[in-house]
């Protein structure tokens, strides 16, 4: 019956591994995997899995996100077909799909000042959102003008004092079936020349510290007030550190990458070690940036 149900509402498929959906290549099998067209079979595919109690996760890029190894018997829905975007007057409106670094560098090419600072985070803008990710201390929360929500059933606008946006949360941290479906971003107009080269600039900066070339899901750890997480793992003497095939980042121990075929126990063994000698040794309580799923 699921499957009749989604086939005709999206694109679908039953062999799809979360290891195919996440930039860290780790994971179980996925039962249902669909993709659905427009918002319209979104609402419907939502509502018909909230009414028949089936199990369902929202996903978009998959970039800050680990999955347990057992197979996930409920059904993931992607937005990736989310993926337009136009600029209005000094506003961007994108749906949650967009890959940010995209369209910054389609906005910075045409002039307009937004998403530089997330220009590298290999994230979609629905994911953007939901972490109130940023970088080089900016983040979301300071161009988020509104977001699109698919929430009991409806769609509806949350202007940005309703989102309650903090370090590396939102409301959405609290109402996990809420579904960002759009946002519109403020612009600023600046030389388009003066923001390609800074995006360049930072571009490479990431490539000379981070381990862009191995999979991983970014930065593991939130960093702490006043302090830097990769500063605190390297205190333990865990950069470089492995089990089997999940290793600590030599060039940004902040990162956990996978080397070949690792899986979300090998991840976990490490953060949960990381997080006990952090707190017995400098009495600091790390948390995961990183969401876990189906763990």
Known sequence: MIKE?????????????????????????????VMPENKDELKVIVNFLKNERIPYKVIGNGSNLICGESKYEGVVISLKKFNEYCVEGEEVYAQAGVLVPALAAVLAKDGYSCLEFASGIPGCIGGLV????????????????????????????????????SYRRSIFHDHPHWVVVAARLKLTRKPAEELEELMADRLRRRRETQPLDKPSAGSCFRNPEDEFAWKLIDGIGYRGYRINDVCVSEKHSNFIVNEGNGTA???????????????????????????KFNC
């Open 265 to 291: 126990e090998d991840y976990l063994g490490i953060v949960y070690q990381i997080q006990d000698k952090v707190k017995e040794k400098y009495g600091v309580k790390l948390v995961m940036e990183v969401e």
């Open 130 to 165: 939901y972490m109130n990710a940023g970088a080089y201390k900016g983040s979301m929360s300071d161009v988020v003008l509104e977001v699109e929500v698919l929430k009991d059933g409806e769609y509806f606008w949350l202007n940005a004092d309703e989102l309650r946006f």
């Open 5 to 33: 149900f989604l086939q005709l509402h999206g694109e679908y498929h039953d062999d799809k591994s979360f290891k195919d959906m996440t930039t860290l290549k780790m994971g179980g099998r996925i039962a249902h995997f």
